[in-house]
């Protein structure tokens, strides 16, 4: 169930159930999809505990559970990123090779290390999980005492993710 209807709201559809109104709220408020529709179908079933057997409500929460985790699995599959954090003194070539190779944006982030206390900065770069190699690749060739802080995350908004990604050429690509 949690698959199927994923795939359909991922397809920019619903399914004509209490989908409807998760999807109206994502759009007005941003709130979650799969919690939205739990919620609803924990008040359905909170509702039909006065007239149906435990063994109907057991299975009807195990149900629920199940089908939305799968559910919010489904919606967050492709759009989850890496967020990739290298402090390295070779910071300059790092950040120039993430531009040209991965053709992903970065930021510098001014810091100080915890121990020595020395000010530098750090690269900061969100890229898709299968560039993740290729960026560990780079980042090693660059500097193998390179530290790197790599994190999942599951929303990004901006340039090059939400809004258009502009090229050095003045083009822009649509990237929704």
């Known amino acids: ?6 795939i359909v709201m991922r397809a920019g559809a619903s399914t004509g159930g209490m989908d409807i109104p998760a999807l109206i709220l994502k759009k007005v408020k941003n709130v979650n999809v ?23 409500i057991l299975y009807g929460i195990l149900l629920i559970a199940v089908y939305t985790l799968v559910l919010d699995k489904a919606l967050m599959l492709g759009g989850a990123r890496m967020q990739v954090k290298v402090i390295s ?11 040209e190779r991965i053709d992903c944006g970065t ?20 890229i898709s999980s299968r560039d993740l190699p290729k960026v560990n690749q780079l980042v090693l060739d660059a500097d193998p005492e390179a530290f790197m802080i790599i994190s ?5 908004r901006g340039r090059g993710f ?5 090229y050095r050429g003045g083009e822009q690509k649509d990237m929704v």
């Open 1 to 6: 169930i949690g698959a199927g209807i994923g």
């Open 34 to 56: 799969s919690m939205t529709i739990y919620l609803c179908d924990c008040v359905i079933l909170g509702l039909q505990m006065m007239n149906s057997d435990a063994h109907a």
């Open 89 to 99: 003194r070779e910071y300059a070539a790092i950040n120039r090779l993430l531009a």
């Open 107 to 126: 930021s510098l982030i001014h810091m100080e290390t915890g121990y020595l206390h020395k000010e530098q900065d750090m690269v900061l770069a969100v």
């Open 152 to 156: 999942q995350i599951n929303e990004v």
């Open 162 to 166: 939400t809004l258009n990604k502009v």
